[in-house]
Each structure stands twice: as C-alpha cells, then as structure tokens.
C-alpha cells in the first residue's frame, strides 16, 4: 500500500505519513456516503444546523490545533492560519442559521391552483481541494452541501492530508453520521475512477486551470454537473487620486498574504503614469520590509511557500519575464535554506506578452504595470486570460465603483482586497472558471431545482 507524507515548508522535515486508499475502498467509502444519504437527506433543517453549530464550536474550540497543523504542513503564518480557522466557524454558523430561507420554497404565481420551486439535494458532492488553505477551502464546499441534505467526499491535496483527516474527525464529533463527510486520500490517478462512480452526482474543484479542465472534462463525459474555481490573476488599478500609503499597505499585504499563494491575491498592479513612480518607490520600500520567517514566529509578515517544486516554478516564471524585458526590482534570489522560502519579488513596466503580465505568478512576486489614463488601465486588467477577483484603489468611490463595473472578473473591490464572505457569491469568469460558491448562489449549485404544480 503506497502513502503520502506530508512535509514542513520551512524546515524540509517529513511529519507524518498517511496510507492512501485503493479504489476498492474509495467505492466503499461513496457506497457509505449512499447509504447516510438516504437519511440525511429526509432531515430537517433544523436537525442539521445543530450539528452544523456543533461544528462551529469544535473549530472555536480546537483553533490553535488546528491552526498549527495548517501551518506545519503548508507554511502559512501562525496568525493568518488561526483567522482561516475562525472563518471556517463563521461560514458553519452562517449556513446553520440561513439556509432555511435561502433552501425556502418559492411561489410562482401562474393558473395552477398552486405552482412553486422547491430545492432538494442532490446526492454525494465530490471535492476536488487544494492545499493554500486546508481547512477554509474544504468547509467552504461541505457546509452549504450537507446543509442542502447532499453527503460529501474529498480528495484533499496530498501535502495536507493531516488537515484532511482532521476535518473529518471534526465533522464525526460534531454528531454528523460516519460518512457524511468523507476524506479519500487516494493517488489523483483514481480520480476519473471516483468522478465515475454511479453515486457520485457532482464535482466542485478549486485548483489550477489544466486541473479544472481535467476533472471538467471526465464529469461532463459522465454528465455530471461541476462548479469551478480556477486560477487568477487579480489586477488592481492605482488611481492617480490614492493615498499612497495605504494603496502600498494593501498592496503589501495583498501580494504577501498566505505566503503569496492566494488565488484571489492582489497579483498585478495597474498604475496610473502620474504616480507609478512613486507607488514603486513606497512599494518597494514596504516589500523590503516585510520579514519573511519561521511561520510559527508571530513577527513573520510571511512564510515559506509550500513545497520546494512550486518555490523552484515561480523563481523560473520570474527569470523568464526578466528575459522578456521585465525590471527586476527586488527579490527573484532563492535563499540559501533549508526551506521552500522565496522572497518579496517585484517585477516593474511589465507589458502583455511577458510571462508576469499574462500567467498567474502564485507566490510572492508583484507585478507592477504602468496604464496611461483610466481606460488603458482598464484595457491593461482586463488583458487576461483570468477573471477572478480585481480591485480599483482610489479616493474617489464613485470613480471606483464606475471603474470596477467594468473589470471582467467575478468580484471587483474597491479601497479592499478581495475576499470571500458567505454572505455573498464567490467563483470567476474566463479561465478562472464557472459556477458560484457561498451565499444562496452557492448552495443552490448542488440542489435539484424542481418544479412543483398542482392543477
């Protein structure tokens, strides 16, 4: 039976090693999650949302464990691993207090004596996740599904299979029945095996753009419904009325957090002539600053990245858009360490065509891009093959509010970065993908929206 082990970023020690399941005992692990849905489905929404708060709780209760295990096996700094845990709680408490209304039947007026929709669930829900947030990513998917009355497996990424299981045991505590909630620590070549399971009913994935078209391409051979979260390249317009400081605040921390790997992360900077200067200039100086360290130091403003393969990617991404003409201002050196650590890297006048204008860099690296006026800035952000998130940085609302309805990305901020709240939906355009996470968009991905008429 093979394993996978899984590795401290910033130290290249092996953790821990968990046995990967054979594809006989994946089908036994789906034919369980059949077996609870049957039931699971025919529960109330209030019986569901008790164990979803119990869920809450046990996160609330076990999050410097958990977050120190996020940590351990991708890297991210203490801090932001315990806010990804505390978001995981919000988005439990969330859907076990609104789903009743958002699942609500809905009238339709018509010649029938009574006609309306009705949102059932659909079956098991199988998650395809990445590792740059273990905990958040999988709850993100698995609350609204289980509280829609779906079951749900996971394939989790091979370098955090400790949160996998973790997540698991945490749905078992909470009183889910054993197999609600299932981690498959299986080889990703079972993967087509698994989407093509008779029970398995939909795939959500969030991950890579080849990746998505991968698992996209087998569920719809199968005719399976899937929800994509892709890659992102974030741009976001410096106006030429910012406050300098807090536009390279933002930038700063929107580049850095998450060690930089964030697929809605601020990526490419869009600056206005008049100030690219001396946005570059405070920029510079803030990056510099920024203390790059072990992430269990609570004055490390970032970490290593996750593995040393990716680290190695993104150093030959930068050397190649320097050889195309890009101006390496800091940065783009690998330490001499024993971890996968890569510095606060800014590539300047990047231009369409250059690998840092036109691929997603998903790590530490800025690209900074100088725009002429407004539209050139717009023209510039939406020269992409990604549409996730995007954001305009201005003093002037109304300009930035004019400016964001233009961008072509699923979310666009203003004076914020871009982040995900249950509260509303979450996904891209292009190749950053289809379909709606969070808020009512979100859990009626996975639901049977179904016609009810009586003569």
């Not at 955090?160 to 070549?189: M, R, T, Y």
């Not at 976001?236 to 790997?261: C, H, M, P, S, W």
């Not at 990716?310 to 390496?328: A, I, M, N, P, Y």
């Not at 201005?394 to 666009?412: C, D, M, P, V």
């Amino acid at each position: 039976m093979s394993s996978t082990t899984t590795i401290n970023p910033a130290t290249g020690e092996n953790i821990a090693s968990y046995d990967r399941i054979s594809g006989q005992e994946a089908k036994d692990k789906i034919a369980t999650a059949q077996q609870v849905y049957a039931s699971w489905k025919m529960k109330s929404f209030s019986e569901r949302a008790k164990l979803m708060n119990s869920l809450a709780t046990i996160f609330e209760e076990n999050k410097e464990e958990y977050a120190q295990l996020a940590t351990r096996e991708m890297g991210k700094v203490i801090g932001q691993s315990r806010k990804e845990i505390e978001k995981c709680a919000l988005i439990c408490r969330y859907y076990a207090e609104h789903t009743q209304e958002l699942l609500a039947d809905k009238s339709v007026a018509t010649e029938a004596t009574k006609s309306y929709v009705t949102f059932q669930p659909l079956g098991i829900i199988l998650a395809v996740m990445p590792w740059n947030f273990p905990f958040y990513q999988v709850i993100r998917f698995a609350v609204p599904a289980l509280m829609a009355g779906n079951t749900a497996v996971l394939k989790h990424a091979s370098n955090v299979q400790g949160c996998a299981l973790a997540i698991q045991q945490a749905f078992e505590k909470a009183g889910f029945p054993v197999g609600a909630f299932n981690n498959l620590n299986i080889d990703s070549k079972l993967v087509k095996e698994v989407i093509e399971d008779k029970n398995i009913v939909a795939i959500t994935l969030t991950g890579s753009d080849p990746a998505g078209r991968s698992v996209a391409s087998i569920a719809g051979q199968n005719l399976k419904k899937t929800v994509m979260e892709l890659g992102g390249s974030d741009a976001y317009i410096v106006l030429d009325d910012v406050d300098l400081e807090k536009a390279t605040d933002l930038a700063t921390f929107g580049r850095l957090q998450n060690n930089g790997q964030t697929c809605i992360a601020a990526k490419r900077f869009v600056v206005l002539d008049a100030i690219y200067d001396e946005f570059l200039a405070l920029f510079t100086k803030k990056m510099q600053a920024a203390k790059m360290g072990e992430p269990t130091d609570e004055s490390s403003y970032y970490g290593p990245m996750a593995r040393k393969d990716l680290r190695d990617e993104l150093h030959e991404q930068v050397l190649k858009t320097v050889s195309q003409g890009g101006r390496l201002v800091i940065g783009g050196t690998i330490p001499d360490s024993k971890g996968a650590y890569y510095p606060a890297t800014i590539l300047a006048d990047l231009k369409p065509g250059m690998e840092g204008f036109d691929n997603e860099l998903f790590g530490p690296v800025a690209s900074v891009i100088r725009a002429k006026d407004d539209a050139d800035a717009i023209a510039l952000a939406n020269n992409s093959q990604f549409g996730l998130g995007s954001g305009v940085l201005t003093s002037n609302n109304e300009r930035g509010e004019k400016i964001a309805l233009q961008l072509e990305a699923g979310s666009s901020f203003v004076n914020k970065l871009v982040v995900s709240d249950p509260r509303l939906p979450f996904g891209g355009v292009k190749n950053s993908g289809y379909g709606r996470e969070l808020a009512s968009y979100g859990i009626q991905e996975f639901v049977n929206t179904k016609t009810i008429w009586i003569d």
